[in-house]
Nanobody
Framework: QVQLVESGGGSVQAGNSLRLSCAAS????????TGWFRQAPGKEREFVAS????????YYADSVKGRFTISRDNAKNTVYLQMNSLKPEETAVYYC?????????????????WGQGTQVTVSS
């Protein structure tokens, strides 16, 4: 079956960096767009970043532009999210997802497969 497994979360102080990874199995990874979303306590899951299957196009939420970088390695079936200059308000569970509708790349409904999430805690 399809599995997306996130790793790399943890606790950091504001201003520091983390790199999240998401390893995929059970699907033809190179055929799917992938995205990162996050959900803070009491809030809805929100879009963070997405990358087209060929890495030629990326989208970012305005709040993370210039600080976060999404990338992927199709040979390793892995997508990454480099997060720099983290802020306390970015404390959340971060999810990776895979989908095939690039027109919906910024929306939850654009993705078919989801990981279980990894906790990121940013302290001030």
């Amino acid at each position: 079956q399809v599995q997306l497994v996130e790793s790399g979360g943890g606790s950091v102080q504001a201003g520091n960096s983390l790199r999240l990874s998401c390893a995929a199995s059970g699907l033809t990874f190179s055929a799917y767009n992938t995205g990162w979303f996050r959900q803070a306590p009491g809030k809805e899951r929100e879009f963070v970043a997405s990358i087209w299957w060929s890495s030629s196009t990326t989208y970012y939420a305005d709040s993370v532009k210039g600080r976060f970088t999404i990338s992927r390695d199709n040979a390793k079936n892995t997508v990454y999210l480099q997060m720099n200059s983290l802020k306390p308000e970015e404390t959340a569970v971060y999810y990776c997802a895979a989908g095939s509708n690039w027109n919906l790349a910024r929306e939850n409904r654009g993705y078919t497969y989801w990981g279980q999430g990894t906790q990121v805690t940013v302290s001030s």
